[in-house]
């Protein structure tokens, strides 16, 4: 149940900012637990939830890949595969609790307090539409006067008025927005932005700046070991020993990648973005279904991301082609690559090199132990450039 909140909104009557412990959301497992854990959870059940529509060639017909290509052109066992997913997450948790080691729980303030703080720095700011109107000269203030009737809120934004709308004392439940306003406290105006800044735009600009460091992170530490050829070698090319992607093999990688390329950018981006548990929960189990569904071999016409974001299946399994290796690097949005130009931009081509490469599979019905069939003809054209007719 909600706290009830009590304090009075007025500049020199602010709301307790003390802090106390916060109540983990389940009451056997703390939140910092939580957040470390919850990721391999959905990993384990997305994973599993598409390795049975494999398993029983569900939704065939939304698959990139013939379900047969599997065994003829990746280099590595699903069960292989599997215990390197297992290693990953038990070095994920290791390293996450290593990290909270010691942290009570997250301490937090009443959310009265944070609406407070918010409301006296919204005061602050020059209100610069009344100049505005007077540089034009309309009167804002009789403007404002008259508006009032109609529209209290467009009055206070016309106005620049920061007196309170009536001076009745209007006691709500915080479970609803509910505050105290006297007469000497803020507008509805000023309330009304406070709670929009707390509720959703600072964790809005949290996730982002989270974003932002992990995809850029990602996009040139993964294109570095695609240019370096001796990280290639000895580290990324594990990864691509797997042709046709599937949904619990998103993570099968060397060690040393699954350290510094995934972890550690997730770490820095919970540290920049100061993300609290609970929102590491969140960000994480986002990013986890995101790299399931960009490896899980199924292009759904139903699905959301890929309505206003255009890194997904099909955009990450073109960069497993032995002639996509250096395109498509971003992992969760597409900046990066069509910033620099290695977004790969030929669907007509790319068509008719998935075509070659499923006519020369068919051909050759080469199995796991005689290496994953890759055209190397098309390799060497993607590499000088050339288009295949």
Known sequence: MATKITASFSPSSSPSCVLVPQEPLLPWISDNVLAIVLPTVVYAVAG????????YELFDNYRIHPSQDELKRNHVTRWQCLQTVVRYHAMQIVIGLLLSYG??????????????????VLRSIPNPIPLLLNTIGIDARQLSQSTRASSATLAQIIGGN?????????????????????????????????KFSVNVLTPALQYLIALIVVDTWIYFTHRLCHVNRTLYRLVHAQHHRIYVPYAYGAVYAHWLE??????????????LAQLSPRQSMLFGTAATIKTI??????????????????????????????WGLKYNFSTYTVFWDNLLGTTWADKEGA???YRRVRDLTRQKGASTSEG?????????????????D
Request: aromatic residues 10%; negative net charge; glycine residues 6%.
């Open 258 to 271: 699954s350290l510094f390329l995934d972890i550690l950018s997730f770490v820095l981006a919970g540290e």
């Open 372 to 388: 994953p069939v890759v055209d190397r003809e098309l390799e060497k054209e993607v590499a000088g450039g050339k288009k295949v």
């Open 351 to 353: 068509e008719k090199r």
């Open 293 to 322: 569904g960009d490896h899980c071999g199924y292009v759904f016409p139903w699905d959301p991301l890929g309505w206003f974001n255009k890194n997904g299946p099909e955009f990450h399994d073109l960069h497993h082609q032995s």
């Open 103 to 120: 942290n009570g729980p997250p301490m937090v303030r009443d959310e009265a307090c944070n609406i407070h703080q918010a409301a006296t």
């Open 162 to 194: 920061y007196q309170p709308v009536n001076n009745t004392i209007r006691a709500l439940n915080s479970s609803s927005s509910d505050f105290v306003n006297s007469s000497n406290d803020f507008t509805d105006l000023e309330l009304t932005l406070a």
């Open 48 to 55: 599993a939830f598409f390795h049975l529509l494999d398993v």
